[in-house]
């Protein structure tokens, strides 16, 4: 079993959705946890950081539930730009050697 | 912008040559890393240090090295590429704790 998993989609949503991804993840030791976006052919971007309390950044809405050890990411009214795909990212120790899934693909569409 | 370097961009190499990736951060980052990724595919840590003179072998197996004289400079090599080596190296450095931040990557093709 991975130790991050998500789906890697793709998912194809229209223009003005909202879609949700999912990330479960095994260690439940993890400290920290962030979503990283990556466009094709480039390097991983910090999208937004996850806090136990949950947090929003604009169209962004990150959720984090130990107890059922997984990771949200909501996007509201997506955007063309939004095309890229999205990494949940665990830092199971707080040593800073973080744990990457494969990442979930979203396509949206005008 | 985060302030990483990596060169070349772009690296197009016969069998069994020599190669060094470099990579430079200015932001005085104690911890870096070297991840690889195949188009597609999830990122894969090679190589970590937590600060000069430290270097530990990542979660994948590499055949790569990498050396840590100084905080700001990480980097990589392969004494022999082979064509199973092609593939792009990410370069990334972070503080204690924090989210790590990339550099553009070297996209390597061993012929």
């Known amino acids: 079993r991975k130790e991050v998993e998500q789906d890697p989609g793709p998912f194809n949503v229209p223009e003005g959705a909202t879609v949700a991804f999912n990330c479960t993840y095994s260690?439940?030791?993890?400290?920290?946890f962030f979503w990283y976006r990556q466009d094709c052919r480039k390097e991983p971007k910090l999208l937004m950081s996850?806090?136990?309390s949950g947090n929003e950044d604009g169209r962004f809405t990150a959720q984090l539930n130990r107890a059922s050890q997984y990771i949200s990411l909501l996007i509201r009214d997506s955007k063309l730009s939004d095309s890229a795909t999205y990494l949940c990212?665990?830092?199971?120790?707080?040593?800073?050697?973080?744990?990457f899934g494969q990442g979930t693909t979203l396509q949206v569409k005008p | 912008e985060a302030d990483i370097y990596q060169t070349p961009r772009y690296l197009v190499i016969g069998t069994g040559k020599k190669i060094t990736l470099e990579c430079s951060q200015t932001?005085?980052?104690?911890?870096m890393y070297w991840y690889q990724q195949d188009p597609g595919m999830e990122l894969h840590l090679i190589h970590y240090?937590?600060?000069?003179?430290?270097?530990e072998k990542g979660d994948l197996s590499s055949e790569s090295t990498v050396s840590r004289i100084r905080t700001e400079h990480f980097p990589l090599t392969l004494e022999s590429a082979r064509p199973s080596h092609t593939s792009q190296y990410l370069c990334?450095?972070?503080?204690?704790?924090?989210?790590?931040?990339f550099g553009p990557g070297t996209r390597l093709t061993v012929l």
């Open positions: 990212v665990v830092n199971p120790s707080n040593t800073g050697k973080l744990i």
């Open positions: 990334a450095s972070s503080e204690q704790g924090n989210e790590q931040f």
């Open positions: 996850v806090y136990s």
């Open positions: 240090s937590y600060g000069v003179n430290s270097t």
């Open positions: 260690n439940s030791a993890s400290q920290s």
């Open positions: 932001m005085g980052h104690d911890k």
